[in-house]
Each structure stands twice: as structure tokens, then as C-alpha cells.
């Protein structure tokens, strides 16, 4: 006989090997976080804002390689904004885009979860919520969104970083990383690559902003991007829509290119602790809005 579950029945509450695989590798895969008709619902959204956004007017692609949004006014004033970011392969010599809008675009962000309905119930459920308790965040909110296109054939890599870095709070390190894959995704096109157990070693540099908010750059200037990691240490995260990475925002984690004929979309979330300060120098907290769970 079919069973009816209700809403609270059907949260997942994390398996005491859930918790404890998060305390000692840095991250969980939480299958069946969703059913398909959720990340559909997403993505058709994502066609709709896609719809209503003209690239010739935001000529700003976004590369993760050369951190030129360091600079960038669009990029650092779109924490409380729904923004595009273009991929820096896709405009021609003339500026004209080389294939279709959808197959063009890096990522979208970062308010996605403040201010788009969808995307915002998504971002804000009871599971994002009850998950977060469990892993020991006190005062959880969401405090950055992004949908990432990866599109197919020259999808951007992002080189080993540790997220941190980026979204600095203290007297601890708060920041977690909610991964969730639009499109299955795979070592062909571009999923995630982590080091476990990295997250125990401490960050080495803050992406930081001037004192007039109008750039961002590392500090110290010439450390490394992570600690010292070897190459075979990094696996690879294949996994399907419908479930989601969770991990800690120590831990070392990369993508390469996306080299083949598949987009690998998904949606990225941030969540700190509030108990904690989110620091000023973040780039985030020119206009951060965060939802709390």
C-alpha cells in the first residue's frame, strides 16, 4: 500500500555516520535530499530570469581564475541582487556572444534566496534547517546564493579553494557549503573535486576589501590560495540531482573545465552561524542579505 508521509516525517534527520563522517572528512553526500520535480522547478526557473536578461548590457564575465571581479563594481555590489556573470570564453572578438544566452553564462547571484520566490523556499526549507542544527550550527542563515551553469565545452574551472576565505566570521569559521546538482554531475563535465580531512587545517589568506569598498584582494598577498595539499589527495564527487554535498567551508575543493558537450548546472548556498560576527572586510557585506533558517 502506498504510505502518505507527511511534511515533518519526510525530513532527513543526518545518521549519527553522517555526523561523524562530516567531523572527520569535512563534507556528507545526502541523497534524496529532493525529488526531480523540485530541481526542475528550479531550473525552469532559472530559464525565466534568463529569459529577461540581456548580456550586451552587463559585458562582465566572471572568471575564477584570474579574480578579476576583484575590481568589479557589478561583482561586489551584487550580494542583495539577482546578477549575471558571463563566462570570459563566450564573446567573440566584436563582443557578440558566440553560442545561445543559456550556454554563455559562469553563474547567477547572489540573492537568489532573498529574492526570487522559488528559489527562496527552496534555500530556506525545514531540511536546510534541521540539517544545519545537526552539524552544530546554532544560528544558521543563508548568506550567499548562486546558480552555477558550468556550460558545456568551456565551462570555467575554479581552482582549490577553501570558501572561508571568501566568507570570513569570527572568533570561528562558520561558513557551510550547500551543493546541490541541477544536472547530474560527473568527471566528464566538471563536478566537484575535495581533499578530505582538509577541512582541519586552518585557512591561509582572506579575500578582503579596501578600506573605501571599492576592491577586494588577498591577504597576506603572496600566501598560497590553500594549504599545502598533494594532487592524488583530491576525489571526485559524481553525484545526481536530487541530493546534496554539504561540506565545511575549510575544506579544499576545486572543479576543472568542463570539456564536454553536457552543462553541469547546479545551485550553491552559504550558510554562517549568526552566533558569530560575519567580518566587514568580506566582500559579501557591502549588501549581504541572509535568511535565516
Known amino acids: 500500500a502506498n504510505t502518505k508521509f507527511t511534511e515533518t516525517e519526510k525530513m532527513p534527520t543526518l545518521s549519527a555516520e553522517q555526523i561523524q563522517h562530516f567531523q572527520d ?15 526542475i522547478e528550479l531550473q525552469n526557473q532559472m530559464r525565466k530570469l534568463v529569459e529577461d536578461y540581456d548580456p550586451s548590457t552587463t559585458r562582465n564575465a566572471f572568471s575564477a581564475v584570474t579574480n578579476q571581479q576583484g575590481k568589479d563594481e557589478y561583482f561586489l555590489s551584487s550580494g542583495d541582487k539577482i546578477r549575471f556573470f558571463v563566462e570570459d570564453e563566450a564573446f567573440d572578438a566584436d563582443n557578440k556572444l558566440k553560442q545561445e544566452k543559456w550556454d554563455s553564462i559562469n553563474k547567477c547571484g547572489h ?11 527552496f534555500c530556506t526549507s525545514r531540511k536546510l534547517q534541521e540539517s544545519a542544527h545537526e552539524l552544530g550550527w546554532q544560528q544558521p542563515a543563508v548568506i550567499q546564493s548562486m546558480y552555477i551553469f558550468k556550460p558545456p565545452n568551456f565551462g570555467g574551472a575554479v581552482l582549490p579553494h577553501q570558501d572561508s576565505s571568501f566568507l570570513y566570521t569570527q572568533p570561528q569559521l562558520s561558513c557551510l557549503g550547500y551543493w546541490f546538482p541541477i544536472e547530474a554531475a560527473n568527471k566528464e563535465n566538471g563536478c566537484l573535486w575535495v581533499i578530505p580531512g582538509s577541512h582541519k587545517k586552518p585557512i591561509t589568506r582572506r579575500f578582503m576589501l579596501n578600506e573605501d569598498n571599492t576592491k577586494c584582494s588577498f591577504d597576506p598577498p603572496d600566501a598560497p590560495a590553500v594549504p599545502e595539499f598533494d594532487e592524488t589527495e583530491f576525489i571526485p564527487v559524481e553525484i545526481k540531482p536530487g541530493s546534496a554535498l554539504v561540506f565545511s567551508g575549510s575544506l579544499i575543493h576545486r572543479s576543472f573545465k568542463n570539456t564536454s558537450g553536457k552543462s553541469r548546472n547546479a545551485l550553491s548556498l552559504h550558510v554562517v552561524d549568526k552566533q558569530y560576527e560575519f567580518a566587514k572586510e568580506n566582500w559579501l557585506s557591502v549588501g549581504n542579505v541572509t535568511a535565516d533558517l
Do not use: M, N, Q
Open 25 to 39: 572528512k569535512g563534507y556528507i553526500i545526502i541523497e534524496d535530499w529532493c525529488d526531480a520535480s523540485e530541481i
Open 111 to 121: 540573492a537568489l534566496h532573498k529574492l526570487d520566490p522559488v528559489f527562496s523556499k
